[in-house]
């Protein structure tokens, strides 16, 4: 009788929304680098925007979406985590349908550190000519006290990052776990007794990607405001 780990099958465990999510939140943020080194200024805020819409999206697929993209299925407590570390290295097949135990938090952090950065830029200011659309919200002294922060903030992302990068690189060459193409692909081999998630509707993800950019240009024009 073959063991589970010869059983060996693929299955779709990303979905469209989600992939597509991912590598356009890494373009956005590649542009934001590039753009405020070039003093770009008005350019880095739309890419600041696109970064706005989509963690927004992010966060409303984390909850009505498929199942490997649920915060429900993937941010785990820290038994969880400990238990994942513990395991790192046996040969054992990869049973993961959505993030592991500590990409989970990984992904978390992430989220919360690109949404305070491009919160804390709508208010910003370069002394120059460029001002965020919040700016006459707070006037200068607050604009100069949460650009401040937007400069911090960067800093904290781009350590991120890097570790998400690392970890990624210590994942594929130490352990033999490829993180990238079931990102590009959706699909993922997993042992055959491993069911596959429930893929929520892209015209779902449509309709959230529609309310997440409805609230960041209600909130860069001051509609709401």
């Known amino acids: ?7 060996m099958t693929v299955r779709t465990v990303w979905d469209l929304p989600t992939r597509l999510f991912h590598w356009a939140l890494v373009l956005s943020l590649v542009g934001s680098f590039i753009t405020v080194e070039l003093h770009e200024m008005q350019l880095h805020a739309w890419f600041g925007y696109a970064a706005l819409t989509l963690v927004l999206f992010r966060l409303l697929w984390g909850v009505i979406g498929s199942d ?16 994942h ?3 790192l290295f046996r040969r054992e097949p990869d049973r993961e349908t959505t993030h592991n135990a500590l990409g989970g938090w990984a992904v978390l952090a ?12 709508l208010f910003a200011n370069d002394d120059i000519l460029f001002r965020g659309p919040l700016f006459p919200l707070v006037g ?5 006290r949460l650009t401040t922060w937007h400069y911090r903030i ?7 990052v890097a570790l998400h990068v690392a970890a990624v690189v210590l994942y594929r ?4 776990r490829d993180l990238i193409l079931p990102m590009v692909t959706g699909r993922k081999r997993l042992p055959g007794a491993v069911a596959a998630p429930r893929l929520a509707s892209p015209w779902l993800a449509l309709a959230a990607l529609a309310i997440a950019a409805g609230v960041v240009w209600a909130v860069v024009t001051r509609q709401v405001l």
């Open 110 to 121: 992430l989220l919360l550190v690109v949404l305070a950065q491009g919160t804390t830029g």
């Open 85 to 87: 570390l513990r395991g």
């Open 1 to 7: 009788m073959r063991g589970e780990t010869d059983a």
């Open 140 to 144: 200068k002294a607050w604009s100069d």
């Open 173 to 176: 060459l130490v352990l033999g």
């Open 154 to 160: 960067s800093d904290l992302l781009l350590i991120l």
């Open 68 to 83: 490997s993209a649920r915060f429900v299925r993937f941010v785990r407590g820290p038994g969880a985590v400990l238990d």
